[in-house]
């Protein structure tokens, strides 16, 4: 049972859009967090969501929890080719459970 | 603050056979996981660790998957007989036992099961 799905699971755009990608559960998680990774390397920390509702921003990349601590969106602005990767959100049900990881979104900015 | 590390990088083995991989983590987290991933998709959870108590192995995972973490430290996963099912990259990764902190992740041990 994948208990966090992503959307799309592949994305190709081109330098200067702007894109939104999901994390959905039908289960509540106390926190969720969001990882790029690149071709053979381990994911990277993006950012961790606590709150329902929360927002935060990091440059050009906006995280959003949702309200019910279920879902999340990562939105890109004015992507650029150095966003290519794959993004990952993960989470855990309880502070001491363990992290799960959705199956990743696949992002390719072509210049 | 070295990072995580894990060896070796690569491994190529005949199916049958056993194979091991060790994990260092950051010195002072006392969190240890393991995960899978396969290209393309997300690490799928294995096993954690809290200081050398082995807390939860997925279900999925068969009883050729061993993992130990003697005295808190570094750990090993052992894959016996070893099947081409078995090929991906194993990820470890460490993190504190504060709330929400973040998973540090190695590079991974690449394993290819001819």
């Known amino acids: 049972t994948q208990l966090l799905e992503q959307s799309p699971q592949f994305l190709s755009i081109q330098e200067g859009e702007n894109l939104t990608v999901y994390c959905n559960s039908s289960?509540?998680?106390?926190?969720l967090q969001w990882y790029r990774q690149e071709p053979g390397e381990g994911p990277v920390l993006l950012v961790t969501?606590?709150?329902?509702?929360e927002v935060k921003k990091l440059k050009r990349l906006t995280f959003q929890f949702g309200d019910a601590r279920k879902d999340s969106s990562l939105h890109i602005t004015a992507a650029q080719p150095g966003d290519t990767g794959l993004y990952l959100c993960?989470?855990?049900?309880?502070?001491?459970?363990?992290?799960?990881f959705g199956p990743g979104t696949s992002l390719s900015v072509i210049p | 603050d070295t990072g995580v590390s894990q060896d070796p990088r690569h491994k190529i083995t005949k199916r049958g056979q056993n194979v091991t991989f060790r994990c260092d983590p950051i010195s002072e987290h006392n969190r240890l996981y393991w995960y899978r991933q396969t290209l393309g998709q997300g690490p799928e959870f294995l096993t954690y660790f809290q200081n050398e108590a082995q807390l939860e192995k997925s279900r999925l995972l068969s009883d050729r998957f061993s993992a130990e973490r003697p005295k808190g430290s570094f750990s090993t996963l052992e894959i016996q007989r070893t099947e081409q099912g078995d090929s991906a990259m194993y990820l470890c990764?460490?993190?504190?036992?504060?709330?929400?902190?973040?998973?540090?992740f190695g590079n991974g041990t690449r394993l290819t099961v001819t």
């Open positions: 289960s509540v998680f106390s926190s």
């Open positions: 993960a989470g855990a049900r309880t502070s001491y459970d363990k992290v799960i």
């Open positions: 990764a460490s993190r504190t036992g504060q709330y929400n902190s973040p998973l540090h």
């Open positions: 969501v606590v709150t329902g509702g």
